[in-house]
C-alpha cells in the first residue's frame, strides 16, 4: 500500500488488524473512529510519512510494534479530558512513543493558535491590500471616496452606476464582509470557527445557480477589453509568458485578475495550515 495516501475508516469497526497499514509510507495522518478498541501487531509499522495519529478514549489494546519504524510520527492524540483514560492509553505505548502525546485539551490549544496566527499574519493582510486595490479602484468613478482612508462601511450601489463601478463595489462589499468575519468577537466565537466561517463564506455557492458564487464574483474582470487586453499582451510580449506555456498553462493563466489571486492566495494559505488531510 505505498500509494495510499489517506483512510477514511468505516463508524462501527473495532479492530485495525495485524500489519494492516503496514509499509504505507505515504500516509501522513489517521483518526481512528471512536469504535476502535483494538490495533493490532505491527499495524503502522514503518508508515515513515505517518507525523499524527488520533486514538480514541475507548481502546483497550495496542499490539507490539504497532508504530515501530514511524520516524516521522510527532503527535498522538489522545481523544479524551479524562486524566486516568489518557494516563491508561498511555501505558500501553512504548517510553519513546509516550512522549509525543498530546491531550485533546492540548491539540485544542494548538488549532486555535494556528488559527489565530493564520488569522493575523496571513488573511488579514491579504483582505487588507485586497480592500485597499478596491477603494483606489471605485475612488476613480466616486469622488466621494478617498482611497487613502480606511473605510469600514459597504459601498451603496444605484441603478445609474457604471457596470464596472457595480462590480468593483460588489466585490468590495464581499471582501468586507470576509474581513469582518475574520475580526468578529460577537457569541465568543474561537478563532477556528471565523476562519471556517470565512472559508465557507469564500466559497459560497447558490445551489440553484451554479453561476451565483463567491468565487466567481471576485475572480470577474471588469470588462472584456481589459481581460483580453492582458491575454494578448502577456502571451507575446513577456518571455515568460512562453515558459508558462510550454508547462501546460492556458492564456487564460495570465490574466487572472486581483480577486482571483485573491482567492486562490486564501485558499492556499488555508490549505498549507490545516496541514496534510485526515
Keep these: 500500500c505505498t500509494r495510499l495516501a489517506k483512510i477514511n475508516l468505516p463508524k462501527g469497526i473495532t479492530k485495525i488488524g495485524d500489519f494492516a497499514f503496514s509499509r504505507c509510507t505515504r500516509l501522513a495522518k489517521i483518526k481512528l473512529p471512536d469504535s476502535i478498541t483494538e490495533i493490532g501487531y505491527g499495524a503502522f509499522k514503518d508508515c515513515t510519512n505517518l507525523t499524527q495519529i488520533d486514538?480514541?478514549?475507548g481502546i483497550t489494546e495496542i499490539?507490539?510494534?504497532a508504530f515501530n519504524g514511524c520516524t516521522s510520527l510527532a503527535k498522538i492524540i489522545i481523544e479524551s479530558d479524562d486524566e486516568q483514560e489518557i494516563s491508561r492509553i498511555k501505558s500501553m505505548l512504548p517510553k519513546e512513543l509516550q512522549q509525543k502525546i498530546m491531550t485533546l485539551e492540548e491539540k485544542k490549544a494548538l488549532e486555535e493558535k494556528k488559527a489565530t496566527d493564520l488569522i493575523e499574519?496571513?488573511?488579514l493582510p491579504l483582505v487588507n491590500n485586497y480592500l485597499s486595490h478596491l477603494l483606489s479602484?471605485?475612488?476613480?468613478?466616486?469622488?466621494?471616496?478617498?482611497?487613502?482612508?480606511?473605510?469600514?462601511?459597504k459601498i451603496e450601489i444605484t441603478d445609474s452606476d457604471s457596470p464596472d463601478y457595480k462590480i468593483i463595489a460588489k466585490k468590495y462589499n464581499l471582501v468586507l464582509e470576509l474581513k469582518n468575519i475574520l475580526k468578529s468577537t460577537k457569541d465568543n466565537s474561537t478563532a477556528k470557527e471565523r476562519v471556517a466561517?470565512?472559508?465557507?463564506?469564500?466559497?459560497?455557492?447558490?445551489k440553484e445557480d451554479n453561476r451565483n458564487n463567491n468565487k466567481s464574483v471576485l475572480s470577474q474582470h471588469r470588462n472584456s477589453y481589459h481581460f483580453v487586453k492582458t491575454c494578448l499582451n502577456i502571451l507575446f510580449i513577456v518571455p515568460i509568458g512562453?515558459?508558462?506555456l510550454s508547462k501546460g498553462h492556458s492564456v487564460f493563466?495570465?490574466?487572472?485578475?486581483?480577486?482571483?489571486?485573491?482567492?486562490?492566495?486564501?485558499?492556499?494559505?488555508?490549505?498549507?495550515?490545516?496541514?496534510?488531510?485526515s
Design 63 to 65: 499490539g507490539n510494534f
Design 242 to 244: 512562453i515558459y508558462e
Design 253 to 277: 493563466f495570465f490574466s487572472k485578475s486581483h480577486g482571483g489571486a485573491f482567492v486562490e492566495e486564501a485558499e492556499e494559505e488555508i490549505k498549507k495550515s490545516q496541514g496534510p488531510s
Design 137 to 153: 479602484a471605485a475612488s476613480k468613478y466616486n469622488s466621494n471616496i478617498n482611497p487613502e482612508e480606511s473605510n469600514t462601511q
Design 55 to 57: 486514538l480514541p478514549e
Design 121 to 123: 499574519e496571513k488573511l
Design 197 to 206: 466561517s470565512f472559508t465557507k463564506l469564500l466559497r459560497y455557492s447558490d
